[in-house]
């Protein structure tokens, strides 16, 4: 049992200063009031002396795998480490494929998501990809979310990008059908995570998608929506008809027709809408490409799972309040995937916590009631990083 005393909570609203109680990996209790332990009991006891603690972030566009592959074969990039996450204060991640579901199969990734939740972390992933059709592992995204068991959605299909399969209003109207109904047989998040280019054809896809069939506002995820400011403005308006949108944590640099994605979270914020409908993720292990009007790479970065915890801060360091901005890295996550236990700290939730200290930087992480880094030194490390142990 871990008793954590004395901290500043954000639950992901602002809590004021309580202690919690860790139990089998839950969170059993938050609060002012402690009971006594039994004697017996082994109490590991934590004075966090008034430092905030926060939820794990939950990333829910991770390549696992690595992705990359789009400048020849030795632009693949290598798997996501399982510190690479928890350093980073990341404690649930969804993996996806992307442009390349060839090399790369759903098999590999379902087997990266598994690993990765051997080591402790909430590991999840979709099933798809870039292109059409889809890359399922027992032949449809519809039997996939249903069988297996880590795999929640569908995606990233690629929409609006020259690297797309060009999907028609038909096809993505078949594949939003599969997830929606395969996350109402499972209780899994059923969505349709849709990967948005440069293209200027925009949510255009999706805005017809919503007037010509029955399906939900819901189950259509795009992301990536801040790489273009007019792309973003679509985007708001789709979140006004109920889809919730995502934007990613990429560098934008000066000049860049795109929005940091704490720039757009703000600017979602101020808008009025309704709060809960947007969310944050880091594309880690992904490629960031600069293509010319060919086509042609012209310079590739790879996404940092980093990126999503230094948004945070940098919203913090700007001046905004812990609780206003919280929510899009957990709570609004945690709703959009059907995950009812966690991206809050409420009793009952999975211990999955983050210690920030003042400077908003990753202290402390705890994921599934195991610490996985204290005083920011990692105390769980992946198998073949141990260095002969
Ligand atoms: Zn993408």
Not at 14 to 33: N, S
Not at 340 to 368: F, H, Q
Request: proline residues 4%.
């Amino acid at each position: 049992m871990e008793f954590l005393r004395n901290a500043e909570i954000f639950a992901p609203e602002a809590m004021g200063r309580g202690d919690l109680l860790v139990c089998a990996g839950k969170i059993i209790r938050v609060g002012t009031e402690m009971p006594g332990f039994p004697s017996g009991f082994q109490v590991t006891e934590t004075d966090l002396g008034g430092r905030r603690l926060i939820p794990g972030l939950i990333d829910a566009h991770l390549h696992l795998t690595g992705g990359g592959g789009e400048s020849g074969a030795k632009s693949r990039i290598p798997p996501l480490t399982l510190e690479s996450l928890t350093r980073n204060g990341i404690t649930t991640v969804v993996g996806l494929l992307g442009t390349d579901a060839v090399t790369r199969s759903v098999a590999d990734l379902l087997a990266v998501t598994r690993s990765l939740s051997e080591q402790g972390l909430s590991a999840y992933c979709h099933t798809g990809g870039y292109s059409l059709p889809p890359a399922t592992l027992t032949g449809s995204v519809r039997s996939d979310i249903v069988h297996l068991d880590r795999v929640i959605g569908v995606g990233e299909l690629a929409i609006s990008d020259h690297r797309s399969s060009q999907p028609t209003l038909d096809e993505i109207l078949r594949i939003a059908a599969d997830a929606h109904v395969a996350g109402m047989m499972t209780n899994k998040a059923g969505i349709l995570h849709l990967h948005l280019g440069d293209g200027i054809r925009g949510l255009g896809l999706v805005r017809e998608a919503l007037v010509r069939a029955e399906i939900p506002a819901r189950v259509y995820n795009p992301t990536h929506v801040n790489r273009r400011r007019a792309l973003f403005q679509e985007a708001l308006e789709l979140a006004d008809r109920g889809c919730t949108i995502d934007v990613t944590s990429f560098p934008v640099g000066r000049g860049e027709d795109a929005y940091a994605a704490g720039e757009a979270l703000v600017s979602y914020l101020d808008s009025g809408l309704p709060p809960e409908r947007i969310t944050v993720s880091s594309d880690g292990g992904g490629c960031l490409p600069v293509f010319d009007s060919e086509g042609r790479l012209a310079a590739m970065e790879i996404g940092d799972s980093g990126s999503l915890v230094r948004t945070l801060s940098a919203l913090l360091d700007a001046g905004q309040p812990l609780e206003r901005v919280l929510p899009a890295f957990t709570s609004s996550v945690a709703r959009l995937l059907r995950m009812k236990e966690k991206g809050r700290i409420v009793s009952g939730a999975d211990a999955d916590l983050v210690v920030l200290d003042e400077l908003g930087n990753v202290t402390d992480v705890m994921a599934l009631g195991r610490w996985h880094v204290r005083d920011r030194k990692m105390v769980i490390r992946s198998v073949f990083s141990r260095g002969g142990e």
